[in-house]
């Protein structure tokens, strides 16, 4: 498991999914970035971010309006699952970019806890508003 792995170190990657009905989406898709952060940040590869991302719209053959980006996840293996101050600016920054294509974009912030999995998510906009996002988590 890649949270085992991380250790003390944050980790992370692009969720991309599916639309099941406004505003409701799936994740099928969870990319984990080969370099590890530091315990107190993760960056993200853009170089990989971008391979990944052409990955999967090759295998939903670029169908944007049902599968596409939904956003980012990271670990805070030593902090609360709760955006930090840089972690807020970062996702601001993401959706007003002007090459930003979409309506939203989430943030998972996930902490294995034993052997449990802490997570919280929340939805960013262009238009600046954000808040928590409803998020259930299937076991397989």
């Known amino acids: 498991m890649a949270l085992n792995e991380g250790g003390h170190r944050e980790i992370g990657g692009q969720l991309f999914g599916e639309q099941l ?21 993760f960056i993200v590869d853009l170089f990989q971010a971008a391979r990944d991302a052409m990955r999967f719209f ?10 596409n980006y939904i ?26 970019d002007p090459g930003f294509k979409g309506t939203f974009a989430v943030l998972m912030i996930v902490r294995l806890d034993a052997d449990c999995i802490a997570a919280a998510a929340w939805n960013f ?12 988590i299937e076991n397989d």
Request: aromatic share 8%; hydrophobic share 25%.
């Open 71 to 96: 956003g980012e996840w990271h670990s805070h293996p030593s902090f609360k699952v709760r955006p930090s101050g840089t972690d807020l600016t970062t996702m601001r920054e993401l959706v007003r």
């Open 125 to 136: 906009d262009p238009l600046g508003r954000e808040g928590v996002a409803q998020l259930e």
């Open 58 to 67: 090759d295998s939903t053959q670029h169908d944007y309006t049902r599968h």
């Open 21 to 41: 009905a406004p505003s409701q989406f799936l994740v099928t898709n969870l990319t984990v970035q080969a370099r590890r952060g530091s315990y107190t940040r």
